[in-house]
């Protein structure tokens, strides 16, 4: 055994059908816990313009809400937030100790709530808003 | 080893009428897991009779030149009822390839030498039914250890690993041998740690955990499992518990697990592994708790 060869990380992204309900939950909150840490800073760079003045704030805003793209991105926020909240919830109950065994039926669960939420924010963040 | 064709219960949970009535949720996950399998199988082994299995399998050689780079190397291997992967690669070897390299003995799932990463699974050879897998079956060694030789991987690091929690029964204070005292267990604590003994030092969970992956300073969830084992078991003393508890507690103990369950996906024992490493990181929260 003069030598061996590391096959490395294996199951990288390549393997993502092979992947299991714990895993995919696992990287989803990873993934949504980060974005969120990301949108509080675009939150308080946005905030931070009233300290120019309330026109100044009213301006940014309005400006920003005016744009198809933000409200897109806020359809977005809302799934992160809501996968994010439901899919903690879940991890705690797993701390616990309760319901382990229907730890991959409760992470279907928080998916298919977030679906039904994502799309029901829908009509209220496109309101009044043009391409 | 056929009659596992037909009634997959009997295979792995013999004593599992002990458990009758008390519906777990471990019971639960294991009636799952083989209605899954039996569904897998329903493509029907009929279909597969006199026919042959195409296999591809990892080979790699540092001695030998043109195995120095890893590739796939792929045999076709006559079907037989009730075949296992272990039994396809023992056949490639002993018809094909003599130096196709693997590591088995008991051929029934108790020795634990022969863990693959099979069709992207890490799965035991002699307990993976040929039948159940989608062709062509990759048979690799399992991953995020270092490959010796063909199948073969480098087991000291899991070894160490498991060592490290001290997998042994302590006692302070043991009876004097001359009272020839009886160390009794209770029939309730013994149903506690009953699955936490079954591991078989396979190191497939080790192997799926992308956490153990990335710190090789983790112990792993055959490790921890073993210290379970013991910390949970009435006849050691407090002060031993305290010590194990300690040991486990540590940067790279259980709290590194995030509940991925991979671990508890693969292990082919059925043991509820994250439960145990979850239950273990409670004790340890209530043994730090003070409230004054
Ligand atoms: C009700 C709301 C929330 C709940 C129930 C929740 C729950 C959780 C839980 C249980 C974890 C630990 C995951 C693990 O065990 O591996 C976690 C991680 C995390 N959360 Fe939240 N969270 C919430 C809101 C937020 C918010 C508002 C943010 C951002 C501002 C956030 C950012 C994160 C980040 C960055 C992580 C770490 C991800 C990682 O492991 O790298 N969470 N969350
Ligand atoms: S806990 Fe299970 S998967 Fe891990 S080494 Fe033991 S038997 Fe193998
Ligand atoms: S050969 Fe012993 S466990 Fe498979």
Redesign the pocket.
Known sequence: MSQSYNRGLIEDFGRWKEFSAGMWA?IF??F???M??G??FTHIAVLSSAVTGPEAYTNTIQGLESLFIIRVLEVGLLAV?VF??L???R??MV?LGVGLDAQDKSFYASLVLTAIITIASVPTFMDGVTI | MSTQQQKPETQESPDDSEMNGTESPQQERLEKKERSMVDERSADESDLEGDTVHIKVFRYDPEVADKQEPRFDDFHVPFKKGMTVLDAVMYARDTYDSSLTFRHSCRQAVCGSDAFFVNGKQRLGCKTQISELQQPVRIEPLPHQEVVKDLVVDMDHFYDQMHAVEPYFKDEDTPDASDLEEQRQSRENREKVKMSTRCIWCASCMSSCNIAAGDNEYLGPAAINKAYRFAMDDREGDEIKEHRLRILEQEHGVWRC??QFSCTEVCPKDIPLTEHIQELKREAVKKNLKFW
């Open positions: 696992w909150h990873k949504t816990g980060w969120l840490i949108y509080l937030a994010h909240i899919n903690g919830l991890l705690l701390d | 995030q509940t």
